[in-house]
């Protein structure tokens, strides 16, 4: 293996969105070797950039989806934003029925300046709960989105649609099922965009040609490495791209039974540091072994 890549949330991170130090440990570990080491996530570059330096690691990077590829060094190798034409009306249609939603660029998330109102009357009003929480639990959940690195409030979004950026993905939140479902049917089919989800109350909007799988492509042929030299871990849908493209793919074992299926292999589950699980198995055993 050449190169050793991980999805964050749900499969690097732990169920709290916290960095396992022994999964730094392992892939540090990895580096000593001689290996390049990546992340690929749905959250922005800047975002992961600070989350890496906390952490000690300098990785490449595919962030948002797969809409922005950069290497250890920060330097921007591909990016692919959504055309503001298709924009607008996907913010207005979430806006209109209350969806809590976030535009994104490499750089920075972009959310209403009222997000927490937003995401607490969106669970107070459900009517068929994802998930029933606690006071606490609900008010955990929403920081976790309101304290990201990146974030920036706004009370208006055509201000920022008028302004020479380019924005990587569009992400809607709600913690009721109905509304969850609905959302996802509609921009299913939703014109210039694509829709891809990462977690079980989220669903994103990116351009049709955007997919981790493809920003992997951009980036193994920037480090000249074969895709059969990747070892690669995720633990939902939008990491099913890349992981059906490399030469040894794990899920997480609390990934999706469909991410399962397409994975060579199943580790422990992120909370059980599976990403590093399965890190020392290939240092001390080899990638025939695993």
Request: hydrophobic share 40%; glycine share 8%.
């Amino acid at each position: 293996m050449k190169l050793i890549i991980s999805d964050l949330d749900g499969t690097f991170l732990n169920s709290k969105h916290e960095v396992i130090e022994e999964n730094v440990r392992a892939l540090k570990a990895a580096q000593d070797k001689g290996m390049e080491i990546a992340i690929a996530t749905g959250r922005n570059y800047g975002n992961v950039l600070a989350l890496c330096l906390r952490a000690g690691l300098k990785p490449h990077v595919i962030s948002n989806n797969g809409a922005f590829v950069y290497n250890k060094d920060g330097n921007l190798i591909k990016g692919i934003g959504l055309e503001k034409s298709y924009i607008k009306g996907a913010l207005d249609w979430l806006a209109h029925r209350n969806y809590f939603y976030t535009l994104c660029t490499d750089h920075v998330v972009y959310m209403p300046d009222n997000a927490n109102e937003i995401l607490t009357s969106d669970y107070d009003n459900a009517t068929n709960h994802v998930r029933k929480m606690t006071p606490e639990e609900l008010k955990e959940g929403i920081d976790i989105f309101l304290k990201l690195d990146s974030a920036v409030f706004i009370n208006d979004f055509n201000e920022i649609l008028e302004q020479d950026l380019t924005f990587g993905n569009i992400s809607a939140i709600t913690l009721d099922h109905d509304k969850l479902s609905l959302g996802r049917e509609y921009f299913s089919s939703y014109e210039g965009m694509s829709m891809t989800i990462a977690g079980n109350n989220i669903f994103e909007m990116i351009h049709p040609s955007v997919s981790k799988g493809n920003a992997l492509e951009q980036l193994v042929a920037h480090l000249d490495v074969a895709m059969q030299e990747v070892m690669a871990f995720g633990d939902n849908y939008n990491d099913i791209s890349m992981l059906k493209k490399v030469g040894v793919s794990v899920a997480v074992g609390n990934a999706e039974e469909e991410v399962k299926k397409v994975s060579k292999y199943v580790s422990l589950s992120n909370d059980e540091m599976g990403v590093a699980h399965m890190i020392y198995r290939l240092l001390e055993n080899g990638p025939l072994n695993l």
